[in-house]
C-alpha cells in the first residue's frame, strides 16, 4: 500500500488538494501530515487542517497526523475527530494509559524504532486495542541520520511477530521539503535512490506492510513506474540505441532464470509479436557491462531474435546485438527482474 505526505505549510492549500486528488485517481489511499507548528501559527494551521481533512473526507482517504501531547491539548480528540482526521501517530508526550484510551476510539501509529518489547506490554496491560494500533517509522530530513537497513529489518520482523502492522517512508523525486531540501526516507541508503527503487526495497525485503512518499511529490516518470508495478510489470528506464518494435512490449523474464542474463520468454519464439521476424545482421557488437540490452543476430542460429539484460560484465561477442542500457539508476532494479516469471517493460530514459 502506498501513500502521500501533504504539509500544510510548504505549499498553497489549492497546490496540495489538486495533489491530493490526483494521486487519489490514480490508486492512492492514505494521506500522512503533520500537526507540529509554533502556537503563534496554531489559528493558521487549524483552518489548513480543517480544509485538507474535509477534502480527504470528500475523496474517501484516510488521514493520519503527526501529534505531540501539548499539540493535542490545543487540537482537542474531538474537534480532530470531526474534522475528518481517521488516526494519529503519537511520538512522545503520551502515557501507555492515555494511548491506549484514545485507540479505543481511532487508529493510532506508534514509533516503530523507539517501541520496545517493555512498552508494549505496558500498554497491553492498559487494555490497548490492538486491531487500531500500527507502528511507523520516522522520516530523516539530515543526511547521514536515516535508518540502518539491518537493524530496520530485525524491528520490523519484531513487530509484524506481535501482529502489529508496519510502516516507512520513501523517498519523493518531486518537489522536495524545506529546510534541507535532502528527501526524507526513513533508510539512509534510500536518499538518493530513486522512489520506486527504494519502494520495492521495503516491499520485497524489509517486512514493511505500508510505504509512504515522504516529500511534496513524485515525478510524473516514477508515478508511472508506480502504475506499471500496479500492473505487475518492473519498468526498467533505458537508452535505446537501436530501433526495435520490442521497446513498448511486456516481457517476462524465463522461469528457469539464468545466472547471467535476464532472457525475454517469448522474444524469440514469438517474433511477429515483438517485430522481428526478418533476419538480423551483426551490428554493434560491443561489450557488454551489466544492463546492456541485447539481441542475437543470424550468427546465433537458433538463437536468432533472442532478447536479453545482462546481470553482470560481459565481452563481446559477434553474435550478440547490443540495442541499448539500462540506466544506471535503474540497474539496481535488475536484481527483483531477475527472478523467474518476473514481468517487465522498458520506458526511454529522459
Known amino acids: 500500500m502506498l501513500g502521500i505526505s501533504i504539509f500544510a505549510a510548504d505549499r498553497t492549500l489549492e497546490d496540495n488538494v489538486k495533489y491530493m486528488e490526483h494521486m487519489k485517481a490514480a490508486g492512492y ?3 500522512f501530515t503533520s500537526l507540529h507548528m509554533p502556537e503563534d501559527e496554531f489559528g493558521e494551521l487549524k483552518e489548513k487542517l ?3 481533512a474535509t477534502a480527504a ?3 474517501g482517504m484516510d488521514l493520519m497526523a503527526d501529534i505531540s501531547g501539548k499539540a493535542l491539548e490545543n487540537f482537542s480528540l474531538p474537534f480532530l475527530l470531526d474534522a475528518g482526521v481517521t488516526g494519529l501517530r503519537m511520538d512522545f508526550g503520551f502515557s501507555a494509559d492515555e494511548i491506549a484510551a484514545y485507540s479505543q476510539q481511532l487508529k493510532i501509529a506508534l514509533n516503530a524504532s523507539t517501541l520496545t518489547p517493555e512498552f508494549l506490554a505496558d500498554l497491553k496491560e492498559h487494555h490497548i486495542c490492538l486491531e487500531n494500533i500500527e507502528a511507523w517509522h520516522n522520516y530523516y530530513p539530515r543526511p547521514e ?3 540502518d537497513k539491518e537493524s530496520f529489518i530485525a524491528k520490523n520482523r519484531w513487530l509484524q511477530a506481535e501482529g502489529i502492522t508496519t510502516m516507512a517512508f520513501i523517498p519523493g523525486d518531486g518537489l522536495k521539503r524545506k529546510p534541507l531540501f535532502q528527501s526524507l526516507p526513513t533508510l539512509e541508503k534510500h ?8 519502494y520495492l526495497e521495503l516491499e520485497q525485503d524489509c517486512a514493511v506492510d505500508k510505504i509512504f512518499v515522504g516529500d511534496l511529490t513524485l515525478s510524473e516518470g516514477s508515478q508511472i513506474q508506480f502504475q506499471r508495478y500496479e500492473e505487475g510489470v518492473i519498468p526498467l528506464r533505458v537508452t535505446q540505441e537501436l530501433p ?3 521497446w513498448d512490449k511486456v516481457h517476462r523474464n524465463r522461469l528457469d532464470a539464468a545466472r547471467d542474463v535476464i532472457r525475454s520468454e517469448s522474444a524469440r519464439t514469438d517474433r511477429e509479436r515483438y517485430g522481428m521476424t526478418r533476419s538480423i545482421a551483426p551490428m554493434h557488437t560491443n561489450e557488454r557491462p551489466r544492463g546492456t540490452i541485447t539481441v542475437d543476430n543470424y550468427l546465433y542460429g537458433r538463437y ?6 545482462t546481470l553482470r560484465d560481459l565481452p563481446a561477442h559477434e553474435a550478440v546485438n547490443v540495442i541499448g542500457h539500462v540506466i544506471e539508476e535503474d540497474l539496481p532494479l535488475l536484481d527483483y527482474v531477475r527472478q523467474g516469471g518476473r514481468r517487465f517493460s522498458f520506458t526511454a530514459a529522459t
Open 145 to 147: 541520520t536515516g535508518l
Open 191 to 198: 536518499r538518493n535512490h530513486s522512489s520506486f527503487l527504494a
Open 29 to 31: 489511499t492514505e494521506i
Open 50 to 52: 480543517l480544509e485538507i
Open 57 to 59: 473526507r470528500r475523496l
Open 244 to 246: 526495435y518494435a520490442l
Open 304 to 309: 536468432e531474435h533472442e532478447l536479453q539484460i
